[in-house]
């Protein structure tokens, strides 16, 4: 489905604020996301060995401590240095993480995303100065000692002044989740959490802030309801389903497919621009994550580690022993809400036929095989001949880009590959912070283009709305094929 330009500007092409927003909260998740697969390990040996586990075991149990308390924090601090400075930051990125590791009885998350990013900002503010004044023969001894000079003092302000501080932050913040818990008033987050989801702030959230304080909490307690608060596929398999039922005719064909790739797949982001088409949509998705949470909250439901991607088989793989029943309630329960709440603002199916009609735009009727009106065609004609475009024999690579490079990039990515293989063109995927700002062709859903402009400001950005069976990856195909400009 295609948008009409006034409902996408509308929905979606926000401020410079929100782009900022968005920046900030992929840096947060660019320090996490890479190292998921390392919470998840940690998140299966406490599920299986702890003393309340599946397969009780002393000795692998011993694992589940240190990983927690030194390697994670360790690999998010190097990842943030790497981000900032390259292998040089990633080094005294770990360096200063362990300042705030010592000395500390909890995970030390928030301090490795402080102290990580921002020595290596240090270190590259420092090579900046020394760049092209070392003599010959002298550039390892200069790059060495500085990156350990500068290292061990990052180190110890972290131990004497950023550890402690972080130590009084998280247990404000763990102090401040456990009374949300306690009162009933964790489903309130909703109202933060699901609007902020449908902005692709769901991995900032998620990853950025809710798993290092869901793994604070699971260390303490065996599992944390926090890995649940956006990760539960509940409310987008709500909206999906009502789409599906309900939905105007375009949005019918296109949802069972989303719907499954939502629940099993666990790629939130596929189900996004359905909200944003229509933005009432937004009162489901809130409705379904408050009563997920609630009945999860009720239920005593947990994960003993983050649910990335966000599927029910990640959650049936996490979920604690003896927890899973709370944990398919919450998510059963969200879906139901969800759906019912989607269906009403669609209007069950009143009028269909008339809604169908009305609801659908023009580009809606060239993507479902209906004949499109002269406008159709004007409108899509104007769309294709914009200020920017680039010849396909100039084209080595399409870049697909999303917020962390890891969920729907992949699955669009994969798809356009096969695709493009027989003309040569090379497709790869990539978090839209990591774009190459060189690159002539870039494809991202069109409420991330702001941010891939600022990082590829000549490249030709092709915005799609729909993950699935979108024009413009048709478009795209064609255009390749028949030897012709790509235009924005």
């Given at each position: 489905m295609s948008l009409p330009d006034a409902q996408v500007n509308k929905n979606l092409q926000g401020p410079g604020f929100r782009a900022r927003v968005q920046r900030f909260g992929g840096q947060l998740a660019g320090m996490i996301m890479p190292n998921i697969g390392a919470f998840i390990a940690w998140g299966l040996l406490t599920a299986l060995?702890?003393?309340?586990?599946?397969?009780?075991?002393?000795?692998?149990?011993?694992?589940?401590?240190?990983?927690?308390?030194?390697l994670l924090p360790l690999l998010i601090g190097y990842t943030g240095g790497r981000m900032v400075h390259g292998q040089r930051g990633a080094v005294i990125g770990a360096l200063a993480t362990m300042g705030v590791i010592i000395?500390?009885?909890?995970?030390?998350?928030?301090?490795?995303?402080?102290?990580?990013?921002?020595?290596?900002?240090?270190?590259?503010?420092?090579?900046?100065?020394?760049?092209?004044?070392?003599?010959?023969?002298?550039?390892?001894?200069?790059?060495?000692?500085?990156?350990?000079?500068?290292?061990?003092?990052?180190?110890?302000?972290?131990?004497?002044?950023?550890g402690p501080v972080v130590s009084l932050l998280v247990g404000w913040l763990g102090a401040g989740v456990g009374w949300?818990?306690?009162?009933?008033?964790?489903?309130?987050?909703?109202?933060?959490?699901e609007p902020a989801k449908v902005l692709f702030l769901n991995n900032a959230i998620n990853h950025g802030v809710l798993s290092p304080l869901g793994a604070v909490q699971a260390s303490e307690v065996g599992k944390s309801i926090l890995?649940?608060?956006?990760?539960?596929?509940?409310?987008?398999?709500?909206?999906?389903?009502?789409?599906?039922?309900?939905?105007?005719?375009?949005l019918r064909a296109s949802a069972p497919g989303a719907a499954i790739i939502h629940l099993f797949g666990g790629i939130h982001e596929i189900y996004f621009p359905y909200v944003l088409a229509k933005p009432a949509m937004i009162l489901a998705a809130i409705g379904g994550g408050m009563s997920g949470l609630a009945i999860g909250g009720l239920l005593g439901a947990g994960l003993q580690g983050p649910a990335s991607p966000g599927s029910i088989i990640a959650y049936t793989l996490v979920a604690p022993r003896g927890g899973h029943v709370a944990v398919y309630a919450a998510v059963i329960v969200a879906t139901i809400v969800s759906f019912l709440i989607?269906?009403?603002?669609?209007?069950?199916?009143?009028?269909?036929?008339?809604?169908?009609?009305?609801?659908?735009?023009?580009?809606?009727?060239?993507?479902?095989?209906?004949?499109?009106?002269?406008?159709?065609?004007?409108?899509?004609?104007?769309?294709?001949?914009?200020?920017?475009?680039?010849?396909?024999?100039?084209?080595?690579?399409?870049?697909?880009?999303?917020?962390?490079?890891?969920?729907?990039?992949?699955m669009v990515a994969a798809a356009m590959k096969k695709k493009l293989a027989p003309f040569g063109i090379d497709v790869i995927h990539s978090p839209v912070n990591n774009v190459p700002s060189d690159t002539r062709l870039v494809m991202c859903q069109s409420g991330l283009a702001d941010r891939v402009r600022g990082i590829a400001p000549e490249a030709v950005i092709v915005k799609f709305e729909q993950f699935i069976g979108d024009p413009a990856f048709t478009r795209v195909e064609q255009a390749i094929k028949e030897g012709e400009n790509i235009h924005e």
């Open positions: 060995f702890i003393p309340k586990g599946w397969l009780p075991n002393a000795t692998l149990a011993s694992m589940v401590d240190p990983i927690i308390k030194y000395g500390s009885d909890i995970p030390m998350f928030l301090g490795a995303m402080i102290m990580g990013p921002l020595s290596a900002w240090i270190l590259k503010e420092f090579d900046k100065l020394t760049t092209g004044k070392v003599k010959s023969g002298f550039e390892m001894l200069v790059d060495n000692f500085s990156l350990g000079i500068i290292g061990m003092f990052a180190a110890i302000a972290a131990r004497l002044g950023i949300l818990v306690d009162h009933g008033l964790l489903p309130l987050a909703s109202l933060l959490v890995f649940m608060v956006e990760s539960n596929p509940g409310p987008g398999l709500g909206i999906l389903l009502a789409y599906w039922f309900f939905g105007s005719k375009a989607a269906a009403m603002i669609l209007g069950m199916g009143r009028n269909k036929k008339h809604d169908d009609d009305a609801a659908e735009t023009p580009e809606e009727k060239v993507h479902s095989g209906e004949p499109a009106t002269p406008s159709a065609v004007t409108t899509e004609r104007a769309e294709t001949t914009g200020p920017r475009s680039v010849a396909v024999a100039d084209i080595k690579q399409l870049v697909i880009a999303c917020d962390a490079g890891m969920g729907s990039s992949v």
